[in-house]
Structures are given as structure tokens and as C-alpha cells.
């Protein structure tokens, strides 16, 4: 009877989403309130007009999503492969493209290592998560035992 694969992964980075989506609000809301209280901070050099409140507003909005966008890495795996979605990118690969999954104690987050000498960081699985990380690292390594423990598919 053969082993059951093992379940499928899935991490993102839990407290870094959180401060960047309370950075995200604290940022909008400050600039919000700036560009609404613009025309009561009145200089004699400089008068603020409508479209100084908007560009403000929108400014806060602006920096608020980009905020937000550092929360947006993610690791997917399962028995075919893994996908991953940092900061800037996205990137698919088989578990036989992979050689380890290192997540040593100087580092910040995982990092994958694949069969090319190559290495990429897995930004959704950080140590400050604790043992989320840990049990998202130990499960994409059970996903990659698994998947050399497998027979090779034949060509036909």
C-alpha cells in the first residue's frame, strides 16, 4: 500500500501582513486628516487650495496600498510543485527542480535552493511567525521527500 502524500502547504507571513495593513491604515488616515486640515494651516506665503487637499488624500492612499503590497508574498505547494509570490514576482517550479528548503537561524525567512545552484527567498515564511513557519518549512520538506521518493514517470 503506498504512503499518502503528504498535505498540501500553504503560508503567508501573518504578523508582517498585519503591520504593514495597521502602517497601510495609520499612514492613510494621517494624510487624510493633513490634506482635509490643509486650508486652516494658511501661510502668508502659501494658500492651499482643493486640489492640494485631493492630492494629499490621494497621496495617503497611494503610500497606503503600496503598504499593503508588502504583505502580498505567499507559498503554495503541493504534490507537483511549488509556487511562490514575493514582493516583485512570481515563480512555478517542479520538486524536481528543487534541492532543499533551508530555513537557518540567521536568516529572516526560508529560502529555497534549487537543482541550477540558484536560491530564492520564501518571504512568506518568516521566523517571526514562530512555529507557523516552522510547520510550513517542515511540511514543504515532507512535499519534496515525497516527491524523490516517488518512482520516475515513464516515457511511453
Request: charged share 20%; aromatic share 6%.
Amino acid at each position: 500500500m503506498p504512503t499518502p502524500a503528504p498535505p498540501a502547504v500553504s503560508a503567508v507571513p501573518r504578523r508582517w501582513r498585519s503591520l504593514c495593513a495597521v502602517l497601510a491604515v495609520v499612514v492613510a488616515a494621517v494624510l487624510t486628516y493633513v490634506g482635509v486640515s490643509l486650508p486652516d494651516n494658511v501661510t502668508g506665503v502659501a494658500r492651499y487650495t482643493v486640489a492640494d487637499q485631493v492630492a494629499v488624500v490621494g497621496l495617503g492612499l497611494v503610500l497606503g496600498g503600496g503598504l499593503l503590497a508588502l504583505g502580498r508574498p505567499r507559498v503554495d505547494a503541493d504534490a507537483t510543485g511549488i509556487r511562490v509570490r514575493n514582493l516583485l514576482g512570481q515563480r512555478e517550479l517542479p520538486w524536481t527542480a528543487v534541492r532543499a528548503v533551508r530555513f537557518d537561524k540567521r536568516f529572516r525567512w526560508a529560502t529555497v535552493l534549487t537543482t541550477d545552484d540558484d536560491e530564492f527567498a520564501l518571504l512568506a515564511v518568516q521566523g517571526a511567525d514562530g512555529d507557523r513557519a516552522v510547520d510550513a518549512v517542515e511540511g514543504l520538506r515532507a512535499l519534496l521527500a515525497a516527491s524523490r521518493a516517488q518512482p520516475p514517470a515513464t516515457r511511453g
